[in-house]
Structures are given as C-alpha cells and as structure tokens.
C-alpha cells in the first residue's frame, strides 16, 4: 500500500491504482472520453488531465493512465487543469460541432462556442480509439485500427480494404460514444449470407460465446429475443458482459506462456481451428528446442499428413527432433517465414510461429486433444518438469530469472538434447 494526497485528503491505495481509479471511488468528477473500465487506458482525449506535485516540481497528467505513487499530491481542480480541460473541450467542439456528448463537456465548462474552425462539422469521431480497443480486446477480431496522421487521422479497416476479419458483431457500434461507428447492412448481410444450414453462425457463436447457433435471425439481433435478454441482463453489449477475447489471453505458466483458447497434443502441438481449417503451431515449452535451430524442416502444401507422422523436424548442430502431428489430413498452407527464420517458432509461437494449417479429415479428432482447464494442468506439469531440469543445470549461483535466459536454455538443450527429449515427449 502507498500513501498520498488528492485535493488535500491523504489516501492510501495499492501501487499502480491509476489516479482515475482512485479518484472515482472518491467521487470526485473528472471528465472522460476514451476511458472505458474494461479497456486498456490509452490516454488520447486528455480531458482527465490532473496536476501532479512531486520533488517540487507540477507536471500535467493523465489521470486514467498514471499510476499512483508515494507522496505524490494530486489537485483535480486547479487553476491550470481547468484552463487545459477548456482549450481540449473547444477543440474537441471545433472537431465534432454535432456531437452531443461535446455539447454536454462545453456546458458544463462553461463554453458557448469556440474560437477554433470547424474543418469539417459532419464529423462525428472525437478519436477516442474506444471501438479500435474494443474489437481487438474484447472481441479480438483486429478489423479496425487508426490510419492518417495528424488532422486527417481516422479510423477504418487497415490500408481501407474490406476486412474479412470484422465479425459484424456490433462491438464496436456500441461503444462508440458519439454514434460516428454505424454497422454496414452491406457486411451483416454478407456474413449472414456467406453461410447456409448448420454453417450459418450467428454473432454469439462469432464471438466464440457459445458452439450452436442461438437464433436464426442471423445477424438481425434487434429481432433476436435472446439478444434483447442478453442486453436486459447484464446491461451491455454480450462482447463486454462476457468479454471473449479477454478470456483467451495468455498465461505465464512457470515461466513459459499458455495459451489457453487453443487445443494442445501430448506431443506438444497446438491447433486452433480456422474455419474448416486447423492451424498447429508448437507449444512455448517444446519451442524451446527451436531457440537455436539451424533449420526447420516442413512438408509441402498439398502434401497429405497422417495422424502421427512428421509434422517438423527440428536441426540444430547434428541433432534432430521430430514432431508429431494430431490429425490427418492435406496441408492447405505452410509458414515459410518459419524455413528462414527457424527462431520464429520460439520467439513466437503462438502467432508468427505457427507452422502448417491442415483440412482435417476426421475434424472431431480435436475434442480428442487437451483444451480448457485440462490443457492447463497438463501444460503446468510439463512447464513444472522442464524448469526443474533447467534448474538443476543452472550454476549453484543461478537466481530462477536466469533459468529464462535465452543463452542458458540454448546450451542446456544442445548439451541435454536426449534427456529434454525423453522428458517432454517420453
Ligand atoms: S463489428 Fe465487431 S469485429 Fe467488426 S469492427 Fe466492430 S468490433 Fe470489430
Ligand atoms: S468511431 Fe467512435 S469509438 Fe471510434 S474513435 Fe471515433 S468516436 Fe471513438
Ligand atoms: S480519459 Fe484519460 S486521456 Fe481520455
């Protein structure tokens, strides 16, 4: 716990509380436009802006980003907060001159109108960033993000093509303060059309809520009733109450990362389904031997792959490691980055370090391998092992954070190759 002062009051509050935090439980107003409890704090429209006294010196600061720390003095109130809050209000009123929300802020501050130009008054995006935070954190789509710079800064799907990766959940929409985000009929009507029959997903099973659809209206959730008692329930979009993507992000697991939306193979494969697709990638434990490869070796698209056979093969200094593949199948599209960058794959691998992506022949044989809190467990176990062989390595004086060391886990894999091997794969 650490003490200290907001507007004259001593408070005592955990380290890293940020000051908006702090200052909402004590009920103090401070106005907010890209804050959002469930988001990562971005610090965009400025408009918490607090004066922070520490060492002697004031400096201006972000109240939903700074975090609190001992003896700072914090006024809310000051002089100087409340001309910089009027400058960025009538800013942000020469932005967007419609906007009702701006309309508010300028009220309450006072300000009849403001001495900027309106560039462009049809505009109604203040740049909060709140709909960019919302897709990638919440639903983890990544279809929106901000283009431009400067005065033509704006948001839009990357490079303004038609992104396939937008679910037309409706996150987004809803979240956005000023109305600017409208869905596209265009995009629902083309997801909702782009499947048939059991394909036909509706946005719950987009999200990755729930495995069946929950109702046929497709992508018309105001019709939906289950959509409306979803709302009524919980009061917010079914992104925010049950927060997805939030869920699936990944775990330190005794120093090695687990991500837990994915399904993982005693062999240490992990596969994530990709619409009729499974990609696999190896796990952050069994990577560990690619930290130093001279080369991996993968089959070739169109190439059909058996359940059991060689998925890659892993060559550093003579020695080899064979992988195992899950599923049977033709491979539809091989990772080349990872041919030429074989540290990819231990660098990343969850990501840029996947490997193959198969059409599965029998795709039931997924439920088969470790997901959930079974997959947890099992990876803990096999993350508890392997440390507790590297620390029996390690030197007398090794502290554990050594025991990470890139350089350390290359030479005890290259030294300890067989006996690495019969511990993670038996
Ligand atoms: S509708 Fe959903 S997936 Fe599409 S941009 Fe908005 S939040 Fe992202
Ligand atoms: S579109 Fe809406 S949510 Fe997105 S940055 Fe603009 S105002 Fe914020
Ligand atoms: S709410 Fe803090 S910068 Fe926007």
Redesign the pocket.
Known sequence: MITLTINGKKVKTKEKTTLLEICRKMSIPIPTLCYHPDLTPHGSCRLCTVEVFENGKSRMVTACNFPARQGIKVETHSDKVIQARRILVELFLARCPRVPLVQDLARELGIGKTPYKAENPENNCILCGL?VR??NEM?G?H??EFSKRGTHKKIGTPFEIDSD?????????YICPTGA?Q?EMDRIRKIKNSDTGTHRYCRYMRLGLVDFMVCSNGFECWRCEVDQMMEDRFGTHP?FALKPAKNKQSLQVNGFTFSPELFYSEKHVWARPMDRDVRLGLDDIISTFATEADSIKLPHAGMGLEKGQVLAEIICAGKKLKIHSPLSGPITAVNRDVEESPNLVWKDPYRRGWLLMIRPDQPEEISQLYSGEAAKTWFTKQAVNLKSFLMKWAPKSSQKEEVQDERFIQRIIRDQWDKVTEILLG
Not at 165 to 173: D, F, K, L, Q, V
Request: with cysteine.
């Open positions: 709909c919302a897709c639903v789509a279809a929106i990766r937008c679910i037309a959940c409706g996150a987004c929409e985000v869905m992104a």
